[in-house]
């Protein structure tokens, strides 16, 4: 009884703290400390140690790197352009215009490796493109709010990163997972939208109807030269990403090498393609992610302490004994920790929910017999649920202030049969493990 109670102050508190508006890093500290102090009083000289021994981890620089990479590409034109040139060579295609954003909200998301920026880039240019072109007000905005989550699923990312360093798994391995699941949940999306389109000019929208795609005729045209002009400016970023990719995939560079190079190439091909040379402007560039570095690793290091104190005061172990315990199987369990997952996103970024439940959940998977690295994949997945649900989604505020007008109603009508689709791509990975391990298992030296 006395363990059930330390565990139910110790998630409650800590959950009841999150959702109160509290920095993150300071509800995860503040409940680990008051729970030495209450339970396990001579571990306290200990805090200062593992909160130093926590940052001391190679790994770790790949999350200011892969930010540094991302902030140039985001601060500048980049994705207006990906989005021009998209809707260049995929205009022909039925429901193309809304496919060219779900498009580049996967590459913008393999380049800021951010839901939140990517919703916002490629939403300020798309979703009054969208309406002005037809598409319903649900439609725009549901399509934005799902498509930015690609960016904690696609390589890099930096939730990746989180979940590596939080349960010691290859954080190379856990790019790799992504882009399998990523790529079907891509094509899903863009499945559903040509259906739309289709449905609508078989059988026209009524009045009010929510998902529609009104066929305006438009008779806009572009040449070959026009389309192949449009890949000058954007063709360097993506090459950033393959050449990324092929580094983590082929061994030859750390996750924290790679995201090196890949800022110093941003910076440069921003300074070159955009001339961004201003001082101000890349120093501004630079303190912003500086600080967006800053707050993830203050909440990397508090979310460590909490598994400190949880490891300490034995309820990582009951948690999970626990769990193994519970008369559903391997697969009920595997549905239990899913809807746990999902109720967490709901209330907690994505970014807390990882590095606080994570290595809580890791006994559990590797007990039932489950890779690690797919259950990268599985965790992600339900977060990105979490980036375009009330209350906490932030994908959804993102899209709303680019689309004031429309009600939180629809922007939650419009985002549902995506959020069919992420439940969609849960179960192929949980049906065929390979999406997630096939590649992964392929690399070398990761």
């Known amino acids: 009884m006395e363990q059930f109670f330390i565990n139910i102050f110790l998630f409650g508190g800590a959950l009841l703290l999150l959702i109160s508006g509290m920095p993150i890093w300071a509800g995860l500290a503040g409940i680990s400390v008051i729970a030495v102090l209450i339970f396990s009083p001579y571990i306290l000289q200990s805090i200062p140690y593992v909160l130093y021994s926590s940052l001391d981890n190679f ?29 260049k060579w995929m205009y022909k295609i039925p429901g193309g215009l809304g496919i060219s954003n779900m498009l580049a909200c996967g590459i913008f998301a393999a ?18 493109e969208m309406r002005k072109k037809g598409y319903s007000a649900a439609l725009a905005t549901g399509l934005i709010a799902h498509a930015g989550t690609f960016g904690i699923l696609i390589p890099p990312s930096v939730t990746m990163i ?75 970023f993506v090459a950033i990403i393959i050449g990324i990719m092929l580094a983590l995939y082929g061994g030859w560079a750390t996750p924290s090498e790679a995201g090196g190079v890949g800022a110093v190439m941003a910076f440069i091909l921003v300074i070159i393609i955009y001339k961004v040379t201003n001082p101000a402007k890349l120093w501004d560039i630079i303190i912003k992610a500086l600080n967006e570095s800053a707050m993830i690793l203050m909440i990397m290091a508090a979310a460590l302490i909490f598994g400190y104190v949880s490891s300490d005061l034995y309820v990582t172990q009951s948690l999970a004994e626990w769990i193994l315990g519970l008369p559903f199987g391997k697969w009920g369990i595997i549905f239990m920790v899913n809807l746990l997952l999902l109720v967490l996103g709901f209330f907690i970024p994505p970014a807390a929910v990882i590095v606080m439940v994570a290595p809580l959940l890791l006994p559990v998977i590797t007990g039932l017999g489950f890779d690690p690295v797919w259950f990268a994949v599985i965790m992600t997945v339900n977060l990105e649920i979490g980036l375009v649900t009330p209350p906490v989604g932030l994908n959804l505020y993102v899209v709303k202030s680019i689309a004031p007008d429309v009600p939180m109603s629809k922007v939650l009508m419009g985002v549902f049969p995506f959020l069919v689709i992420e439940v969609a791509v849960i179960v192929c990975v949980c049906i065929w493990p390979e999406l997630a391990t096939w590649l992964p298992n392929k690399m070398l030296g990761v």
């Open 162 to 236: 989180l979940y590596g360093v939080a349960t010691e798994t290859s954080i190379g391995k856990c790019f790799i997972a992504g882009i399998l699941p990523g790529l079907l949940e891509i094509a899903f999306s863009c499945v559903w939208v040509s259906g739309v389109f289709f449905y609508r000019k078989k059988i026209p929208a009524k009045a009010g109807a929510i998902y529609y795609i009104e066929d305006r005729g438009e008779t806009e045209s572009f040449s070959w030269a026009d389309r192949f002009r449009s890949l000058g400016k954007v063709a360097p």
């Open 59 to 87: 790994a770790l620089l790949a999350i200011p790197l892969f930010i540094m990479l991302s902030a140039p590409i985001a601060a500048s034109r980049a994705s207006k352009d990906l989005y021009e040139t998209l809707h």
């Open 111 to 128: 380049l800021s490796g951010s839901s939140p920026a990517t919703a916002a880039a490629i939403g300020g240019v798309g979703i009054p």
